[in-house]
T-cell receptor, first 115, second 112 residues
Framework: DAGVIQSPRHEVTEMGQEVTLRCKPI?????LFWYRQTMMRGLELLIY????????DSGMPEDRFSAKMPNASFSTLKIQPSEPRDSAVYFC?????????????FGPGTRLLVL | LAKTTQPISMDSYEGQEVNITCSHN???????ITWYQQFPSQGPRFIIQ???TKVTNEVASLFIPADRKSSTLSLPRVSLSDTAVYYC?????????????FGAGTRLFVKA
């Protein structure tokens, strides 16, 4: 398996623009997680899905952030409008289930810079 | 949620054993302890997980005392490539939910 795939790997945009980050989880994994990592705040869990259903989005910082999982093999994280403080590395991870014993497999991340 | 506390950074030399201790005083009965490793410009990667006593795999060992209020990740004979950030997580199962709390991690720097 290719692992978790994220695109784009790098994104540079201007403040106010819409940004869409994409994730393809490992085939057969039922749970998907979106994280954000910055130097100041570390690695933060934004939202997670189980069987394509959002379970907890309490980590989403603002209404400008939204995430969808239309099917088992694809998820998006959208920021509209983007702001400079959204600059970070965004990771997608997947696991077989939400059981705490299940390992989360992380993608390579999308490095976002909002000017 | 069980919070974890780790040293911010550690230095070591190649070939030495490194022990990183994590405190989790509020660990709950159903919580497991998991360690991840993160290299620069990569996502975290699972290292080891345990519930109590000792767990060993090909990469590391995890020591958990009887009270489970702390755990120690042991890396035998580290090399330069073990330079990374190591995160200790305490899993929290809730009805209908799951939380993963990554703390600041421990930045391990292995010197030649």
């Amino acid at each position: 398996d290719a692992g978790v795939i994220q695109s784009p790997r790098h994104e540079v945009t201007e403040m106010g623009q819409e940004v869409t980050l994409r994730c393809k989880p490992i085939s057969g994994h039922n749970s998907l997680f979106w994280y954000r990592q910055t130097m100041m705040r570390g690695l933060e869990l934004l939202i997670y899905f189980n069987n394509n259903v959002p379970i907890d989005d309490s980590g989403m910082p603002e209404d400008r952030f939204s995430a969808k999982m239309p099917n088992a093999s694809f998820s998006t994280l959208k920021i509209q409008p983007s702001e400079p403080r959204d600059s970070a590395v965004y990771f997608c991870a997947s696991s077989l289930s939400l059981a705490v014993r299940e390992t989360q497999y992380f993608g390579p991340g999308t490095r976002l810079l909002v000017l | 949620l069980a919070k974890t506390t780790q040293p911010i950074s550690m230095d070591s030399y190649e070939g030495q054993e490194v022990n990183i201790t994590c405190s989790h005083n509020n660990i709950a009965t159903n919580d497991y302890i998991t360690w991840y490793q993160q290299f620069p410009s990569q996502g975290p990667r699972f290292i080891i997980q345990g519930y109590k006593t000792k767990v060993t795999n090909e990469v590391a060992s995890l020591f958990i005392p009887a009270d489970r209020k702390s755990s120690t990740l042991s890396l035998p004979r580290v090399s330069l490539s073990d330079t990374a950030v190591y995160y200790c997580l305490v899993g929290d199962i809730r009805t209908g939910g799951f939380k993963t709390i990554f703390g600041a991690g421990t930045r391990l720097f292995v010197k030649a």
